[in-house]
């Protein structure tokens, strides 16, 4: 790896803030839509204590969408790979990301744990009697893969987000008249919503992002996550964690990362660190403009093959 200088973050985050104006936040929850286009923060993670951060790492978002990762290792840790893929594909995305092209067109299940539809099929698999039940297993393990004890729901997000759920309503019931889903799809949602408004910061994604870096099995409270389940959940980032732009993310930045709209993004260099940012500013495709420049310098910085 290159020596890193101590302000390296620094230039990193000065070089690309002036890229933001370029784009905006989202808007389709009011909580989201009063998010500055301005912010922007970056934290690194390479292990043993080794923290680098930059811009306002104090800052506290919403997961969004990054959340789809830890639904897909839990769900890979109690159900196994053969009962989750059974019931979601591994392939890229087509159309956008909340559309019912992800699972009408091609192998007859979502195309990804990634795109919503998939990602609900996910927290469906998730045991646990009632949402409550789920959200409190996964808040459990966000806080072990974080290493914070006090990461929690943002309760205004995750009722706002219910009450705007239309699309996602309409994927629920549809997956369920394909036997897809199972249970209650009215509690599906409420679990969901809560998962996506799990409120961190860039340092608890960096430190999440890092926990994943290892090629070994990783224990976490009482759970075992397969260093198979990890790598195959990497790869996935890989290629399907970008929404549309997820092949051109793949070609020309190579680090795995999920990004979600309210900014967020986590990425996993593998053997070498994990990283958090936040940068509500989205482009056409709803990736973080600054996460995406700034992950594009850190691959060059951290040599990236
Ligand atoms: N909660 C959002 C939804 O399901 C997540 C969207 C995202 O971050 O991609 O619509």
């Known amino acids: 790896m290159t020596v890193i200088a101590e302000n390296w973050l620094d230039t990193l985050v000065d070089e690309v803030r002036p890229h933001l104006a370029a784009g905006s936040v989202s808007t389709y929850l009011p909580e989201l839509s009063r998010a500055r286009a301005d912010e922007l923060a970056v934290a690194v993670d390479l292990g043993g204590g080794n923290i680098l951060t930059a811009g306002n790492s104090k800052a506290r978002f919403t997961v969004q969408s990054v959340v789809k990762v830890f639904t897909l290792l839990l769900a890979l840790h109690h159900r196994g790979e053969d009962h989750v893929f059974a019931r979601v594909g591994r392939d890229q995305g ?4 909340n559309s019912l092209e992800t699972f009408i067109r091609g192998s007859g299940v979502p195309v990804n744990p990634f795109v919503n539809a998939g990602a609900l099929v996910v927290v469906d698999m998730l045991p646990g009697d009632g949402p409550q039940h789920r959200v409190a297993d996964l808040l459990d393990f966000v806080r072990l893969l974080t290493g914070n004890a006090a990461v929690t729901v943002n309760e205004a997000v995750a009722r706002s987000e219910l009450a705007l759920s239309d699309r996602n309503r309409a994927l629920g019931y549809f997956l369920r008249s394909h036997r897809l889903i199972t249970g209650d799809v009215e509690e599906l949602l409420w679990a969901y919503c809560q998962m ?22 990783v224990h976490l409270g009482g759970r075992l996550l397969q260093a198979w389940h990890v790598r195959l959940v990497r790869r996935l980032m890989l290629f399907g964690g970008m929404y549309e732009a997820s092949g051109r993310y793949a070609t020309e930045v190579g680090i795995p990362a999920k990004c979600g709209v309210s900014g967020a993004m986590m990425g996993v260099v593998p053997r070498c660190a994990g990283v958090g940012i936040y940068g509500p500013a989205l482009d056409e495709s709803a990736n973080s403009i600054g996460g995406l420049r700034l992950m594009r310098l850190l691959a060059g910085a951290l040599e990236i093959e």
């Open 196 to 217: 996506c408004a799990i409120e961190v910061d860039v340092v608890d994604l960096a430190h999440a992002g890092r926990v994943l870096a290892d090629g070994v099995d």
């Open 94 to 97: 087509i159309g956008s990301y």
